[in-house]
């Protein structure tokens, strides 16, 4: 889809809205006509002279001056100051109705390109992620889709001009096509002036679209990073960076403020040009009707002089159109959903899990990666069991943790449900089963009671305290300065590291899920925190079938089974008193753990 069709396709989201705004405009012009056609007759007719009985004008003047063949002289300037005030009135109300249309879709315009952006990103599957920056994403959705809605409005505005001045060229055509002919080659002239300035708007419209993303980029990562930017001491460097992105940013504004400004005085100069040119051709055209070559060229003078603004503001909404046209491109691959990846849902409903999970010969290979991350793995989960994985790092665990929610689907093989390809399974339906507590906990910039309940909105007061209570989480919250109403901070970050691991666990038990996935959820706390968050997780994980994954292997001892994973292969199965029996895989890993203890046997 090109920018063009993006912009269409965005102004046919309210197309009558669209259309009334061009009939406003055409309107407005109308009246704009025969108010400014009427001024000269109103001023040589206050001041004596008596020009409507005069039959030489063209034919549209003549018809226009007929209205007034009935009307006594002593009445006849009231009733032309009456007509023009009238047209006037009829034009400013049509032009205030055309604005407040503009107004209304420039409002909806931005509205519907957010909601399709929100859309696509809440949709579009973690991979896409992994690839893109947090500022490119905002830059989308804040700086990009305003500049595109600018255009859209743009547009409308180029085609109310054009209708506007094609009205009035009608006008000019039936006082006098000759004189109209020689104009239209004067204008072309002007145009063909301004499509320079057009060009350079464009390139300096890039430029800005470019600039605003990497300041809207850095932006981001430093305040993200703000701790490490503070510990390293680097808050000068990194002003410098901004400083410098922010003066990029700048100067592609000011250029393309540079060309705007240069439309207007280059206008008017070659029209003050084309006008000299065009009396002097006047008087030759109409040398056998000079005493009428006053009245008609004054009326075309200022008709046309009161067209050659619109033509500067053509000129204007051209160059602003094309400054933003490099915008509507970033947003159209942006919105683009065929090149982004999409998870594919089933139909099947799911409640509840009656027999167990099942890694049926899963390999795994990320869209980007050049090695598989999981190869054939073959492990079961019977309903209420609970299933560690354990190993060095990179040796799948987490990758495989993944597919279960499906963050992503296995390249080969299938993880089956109670017997069931999980695809086939509603995916939303399924991971509102799925409690997941991580090592990296995610608490939004809420309450403690709205982080708590996130994954259940519905919970009463009532369940939230009970999961709070079995999470160990209840002493900590009742200190806070409001409880449970207590405001926790970006991320959690009023919290110490146990205390947002035991809100997570009590969100998970608030959400009561069918299936637990556990990822190293102690392995950064210290001793006290990691005993109180054990228990917490002993709590949570009873009667749940549940998947751990382990760096402590203290944490995994009485699991029903422990599998070893090494380079995405399972290469040991079973419990923790076999696998230390067996003194392979397992067994060292253990012994590393424990060098310095003697091992514990449970």
């Not at 409640?351 to 999981?374: T, V």
């Not at 309903?383 to 987490?398: C, D, E, M, N």
């Amino acid at each position: 889809m090109s920018a063009n069709h993006l912009i269409l396709n965005v102004a046919r989201k309210s197309p009558l809205w669209f259309l009334l705004s061009i009939v406003f405009g055409l309107s407005g012009a109308i009246f704009n006509g025969i108010g400014i056609t009427l001024i000269i007759p109103l001023m040589l007719d206050l001041l004596g002279q008596d020009i409507l009985r005069n039959t030489d004008f063209p034919p549209l003047l003549n018809s226009l001056f007929s209205i007034f063949d009935g009307v006594s002289d002593d009445y006849r300037p009231l009733a032309l100051m009456a007509l023009l005030l009238v047209a006037l009135l009829f034009k400013n109300l049509a032009n205030y109705g055309g604005t407040a249309i503009s107004s209304l879709l420039s409002r909806d315009y931005v509205c519907n390109l957010r909601r399709d952006g929100l859309r696509l990103l809440l949709d579009v599957d973690l991979d896409y992620y992994a690839n893109v920056r947090l500022g490119d994403l905002m830059n989308y959705l804040n700086t990009e889709v305003n500049r595109v809605a600018t255009a859209v409005r743009t547009l409308a505005r180029i085609a109310t001009l054009i209708v506007t001045i094609l009205v009035f060229l009608a006008i000019l055509m039936a006082i006098s096509w000759q004189l109209t002919l020689v104009s239209a080659l004067l204008m072309a002239t002007v145009a063909l002036a301004n499509q320079v300035s057009i060009n350079q708007a464009k390139v300096f419209g890039q430029e800005l679209s470019s600039a605003a993303a990497a300041l809207s980029n850095r932006l981001i990562e430093v305040l993200s990073g703000i701790r490490l930017v503070k510990t390293t001491a680097n808050e000068d460097r990194e002003y410098a960076i901004i400083n410098r992105l922010v003066d990029q940013r700048e100067e592609a504004e000011f250029k393309s403020q540079l060309v705007f400004a240069s439309i207007g005085p280059v206008n008017e100069m070659l029209s003050i040009m084309a006008f000299i040119a065009l009396i002097i051709v006047g008087r030759s055209l109409f040398a056998s009707q000079l005493e009428t070559f006053s009245s008609i060229i004054l009326i075309y003078l200022v008709v046309l002089f009161r067209m050659l603004p619109f033509i500067g503001q053509l000129n204007s909404s051209r160059s602003q159109f094309a400054s933003n046209v490099a915008s509507t491109e970033r947003l159209d691959a942006f919105l683009n959903r065929s090149d982004k990846p999409f998870m594919a849902s089933g139909h099947r409903p799911f409640s509840q899990l009656s027999e167990g999970i099942r890694f049926n010969h899963i390999s795994f290979r990320y869209p980007q990666g050049d090695r598989w991350a999981l190869q054939e793995v073959d492990l079961t989960l019977p309903r209420g069991q609970t299933l560690a994985l354990v190993g060095s790092s990179g040796a799948g665990k987490s990758t495989l943790a993944d597919l279960l929610p499906r963050f992503y689907d296995p390249s080969s093989g299938a993880i089956e449900i109670d017997g069931i390809d999980l695809k086939e399974f509603d995916i939303r339906a399924f991971r509102r089963r799925v409690g997941v507590v991580s090592q990296d906990t995610f608490l939004f910039n809420a309450s403690v009671k709205d982080n708590i309940c996130y994954g259940y909105p519905e919970a009463s007061e009532a369940e939230v305290i009970e999961a709070a209570r079995r999470a160990n989480a209840e002493e900590f919250i009742l200190k806070l300065p409001q409880g449970y109403d207590t405001p926790i901070g970006d991320r959690g970050v009023m919290l110490s590291g146990g205390q947002r691991q035991r809100l997570a666990i009590a969100r998970a038990l608030v959400q009561n899920p069918e299936i637990l996935i556990l990822d190293e959820a102690t392995s950064a706390l210290d001793t006290v925190s990691e005993r109180l968050v054990q228990q917490a997780i002993d709590e949570l994980s009873q009667n749940r079938t549940t998947l751990v994954i382990a760096h402590r292997l203290s944490t995994v001892h009485r699991a029903d089974q422990i599998a070893v994973l090494d380079h995405g292969r399972v290469v040991e199965v079973g419990t923790h008193r076999e696998l230390l029996a067996r003194g392979q895989h397992y067994a060292k890993l253990h012994a590393m753990q424990f060098a310095e203890q003697p091992a514990v046997t449970p």
